[in-house]
């Protein structure tokens, strides 16, 4: 599990509407990583739609930011066009990076246990190191607290 001050864990990912992301290409750039459960549901909804409410001002601050879920890229499709998203979304289908990050989890709901992705967020500065980690988050105010660290990086 990465901490504080690692190298980011490198990845390439695809992402909505086409074309790959990879991690070592964005050096030189803050960069956001907001890992969520599940496309369309209340809490996922509610933080993507967040992220690019504020997008132009993580850009103006010098951060790229992407939502990172096991969703598929069709499913991210859909995702983005039914709430006008902006925020580019990652699919890691195989949990690789999910893995990578430590964020695919355990999970218990009313009583019954399964595997799934805890909402956690990476900023990563942009030498390529974790400079804050926010782990089981909570959506109201998440997106205004993590422009103010991109902020206090920059």
């Known amino acids: ?42 809490g996922c909804t509610k933080e993507s739609i967040g992220f690019s409410e504020q997008l132009d001002a993580f850009a103006e601050s010098g ?5 990172i879920s096991r969703d598929s890229v069709a499913r991210h499709d859909k995702f983005v066009a039914k709430h006008g998203l ?9 949990s690789t990076v999910c893995e990578d990050y ?3 989890v355990e999970k218990n709901m009313y009583g019954r246990k399964s595997m799934g992705i805890e909402r956690s967020t990476f900023l990563i500065d ?26 206090e990086l920059g």
Request: glycine share 10%; hydrophobic share 40%.
């Open 1 to 42: 599990m990465p901490e504080i001050s690692d190298l980011a864990p490198d990845f390439t990912l695809p992402r909505d509407g086409g074309g790959e992301v990879t991690l070592s290409d964005l050096r030189g750039h803050a960069v956001v990583l907001f890992f969520y459960p599940r496309d369309d549901t209340p």
């Open 63 to 67: 951060a790229k930011v992407f939502g």
């Open 86 to 94: 902006t925020t580019p979304l990652l699919s890691d289908e195989n």
């Open 102 to 104: 430590g964020v695919w």
């Open 126 to 151: 942009p030498e390529g190191r974790i400079a804050r980690i926010w782990r089981k988050v909570k959506v109201p105010g998440h997106v205004d607290e993590v422009l103010a660290a991109v902020r």
